[in-house]
């Protein structure tokens, strides 16, 4: 028929028309406007507003890094006072043996006079003058007798404890203990009924005496021979 062949041309060149049309579609995307859904990847920004790349000890930005501030007195916690130990009141503190100074103590009066220290278990004879005739360790006790002044009232050549377990010579009373209630005074070493010796000398500057004050029998001749009854005694602490 006469008209069959323009027709036919007319429709592929439609067809043609419809097949770039679809072609194009696929390859760049809707023809209509607004955001592309292309799977190209963006291009990247520009260098300067890259952040910088994270290294191992550091933070990503350096906004994020925050100071710590050092912690003062006022932030840091601290004990209460009320739960730190307190100290209580101790009986006399007494130096170790030797260690105290072998020195008159200050403030123990003047003229003729035996002078005990509690503290540093030590007794002085001091004469008229002031100036120490002898001086030496003894072994007494932390508690009695009171520091004070006190005067020889008593004096005995030997004697015995009140149970007569041990005996003791050349006894210089001069105070009442306030805990035992008994004599305290200046004596030898005691000695047991075997006639052994309840210490040592080299004991002498401990205070393990029960409440008089021990000597060496030398210098607790020295002193029942210095002190006659009325002497003063002078007891520091």
């Known amino acids: 028929m006469p008209l069959r062949r323009p027709l036919t041309a007319s429709l592929a060149a439609l067809l043609l028309a419809a097949c770039a049309t679809s072609?194009?579609?696929?390859?760049?995307?809707?023809?209509?406007?607004?955001?592309?859904t292309s799977s190209a990847?963006?291009?990247?920004?520009?260098?300067?507003?890259l952040a910088p790349a994270a290294t191992p000890g550091t933070t990503r930005s350096p906004t994020a890094v925050v100071a710590r501030a050092p912690a003062t007195a006022s932030s840091r916690p601290s004990a209460s006072r009320s739960a730190r130990p307190t100290s209580s009141p101790r009986p006399t503190v007494v130096s170790p043996r030797g260690s105290g100074s072998a020195a008159l103590p200050s403030g123990s009066g003047a003229g003729r006079r035996i002078v005990y220290s509690v503290p540093r278990q030590r007794v002085w004879l001091?004469?008229?003058?002031?100036?120490?005739?002898?001086?030496?360790?003894?072994?007494?006790?932390?508690?009695?007798p009171a520091a004070g002044s006190y005067r020889v009232y008593s004096k005995s050549l030997s004697t015995a404890s009140s149970s007569g377990s041990v005996t003791m010579r050349y006894m210089v009373r001069f105070a009442v203990g306030r805990y035992t209630g008994t004599a305290v005074g200046f004596h030898d070493i005691p000695r047991q009924r075997d006639g052994t010796r309840v210490q040592s000398e080299a004991d002498l500057g401990r205070p393990v005496s029960h409440g008089c004050v021990r000597q060496r029998t030398s210098d607790a001749a020295a002193l029942w021979a210095f002190a006659r009854v009325g002497t003063r005694v002078v007891v520091v602490r």
């Open 41 to 49: 990847t963006a291009p990247a920004t520009a260098p300067a507003t």
């Open 23 to 36: 072609e194009a579609a696929t390859l760049y995307g809707s023809s209509r406007p607004g955001p592309r």
């Open 126 to 144: 001091v004469g008229s003058d002031g100036a120490v005739v002898r001086t030496y360790l003894v072994s007494g006790q932390t508690r009695q």
